[in-house]
C-alpha cells in the first residue's frame, strides 16, 4: 500500500552499462532535481536508495545506486517506481499540485453535478490531461488540466469544480 505521505518521483528502468549503473527516468517538474531527494523509496517503503545522478542519457539519466554494482542488480530493480517523503519537496504555489493530490479528487460541474472521479492524469507534451471516470460513463474522459476547464481545485475539500469545453463529457456518456 502507497504512504500518502510520500510521492512518486521517478522510477528505474534497468541497467545501464555494465557496471552496476541504471537508467532512471524522472517525474520531477526540474528532472535532474530527482538526484537531489535521495535516499528515495520503494512504493512499500521497505526498500531504500542513495541514488547519485552520473549524467543525463536519452529518456533519463544515468545513476548510481548504493550498494548495486553489477548489471544483474541493476536489471532487476527494472520497473521500481521511486518515492520520496512529501516533506523533503518544495512547497508549490497556490496554481501548481503535485499529481499524487488531484488522484481521487471528485469532480463537479460548476452546476453542482457530480462527473466522476480524477483516476490518473497525463501529460503527452501540451499539457496535462485529467482522467476522469465514473457512472454514466462508458470510458474515461480526459479533462484538459487548464484554467478555463478546471477553474477551481480545492484539496481541502477534495474536489474539483469543473467547466469542460463543449461535447467533452456527453461523448463519454452512457445512452440507457
Not at 1 to 15: E, F, L, P, S
Not at 120 to 138: C, M, P, Q
Not at 145 to 153: D, W
Amino acid at each position: 500500500m502507497t504512504n500518502a505521505n510520500r510521492i512518486c518521483v521517478g522510477a528505474i528502468m534497468g541497467a545501464f552499462g555494465v557496471k552496476g549503473e541504471v537508467r532512471l527516468k524522472s517525474f520531477c517538474a526540474d528532472p535532474a532535481a530527482i538526484g537531489d531527494y535521495s535516499p528515495l523509496y520503494s512504493e512499500d517503503g521497505k526498500q531504500s536508495f542513495e541514488v547519485k545522478i552520473t549524467g543525463p542519457i536519452k529518456g533519463g539519466f544515468a545513476a548510481r545506486i548504493k550498494n548495486v554494482r553489477f548489471k544483474d542488480q541493476a536489471d532487476a530493480l527494472r520497473g521500481t517506481a521511486l518515492y520520496v517523503d512529501r516533506n523533503v519537496l518544495p512547497n508549490l504555489p497556490d496554481d501548481e499540485f503535485y499529481h499524487a493530490d488531484l488522484i481521487g479528487l471528485e469532480v463537479f460541474d460548476t452546476g453542482g453535478e457530480l462527473l466522476g472521479k480524477v483516476t490518473a492524469i497525463h501529460d503527452h507534451g501540451a499539457g496535462d490531461l485529467l482522467e476522469v471516470s465514473g457512472r454514466g460513463l462508458k470510458t474515461p474522459v480526459l479533462l484538459p488540466f487548464t484554467k478555463e476547464a478546471v477553474p477551481t481545485v480545492d484539496l481541502q475539500a477534495g474536489r474539483i469544480i469543473a467547466d469542460p469545453p463543449a461535447g467533452v463529457f456527453s461523448e463519454g456518456e452512457d445512452d440507457d
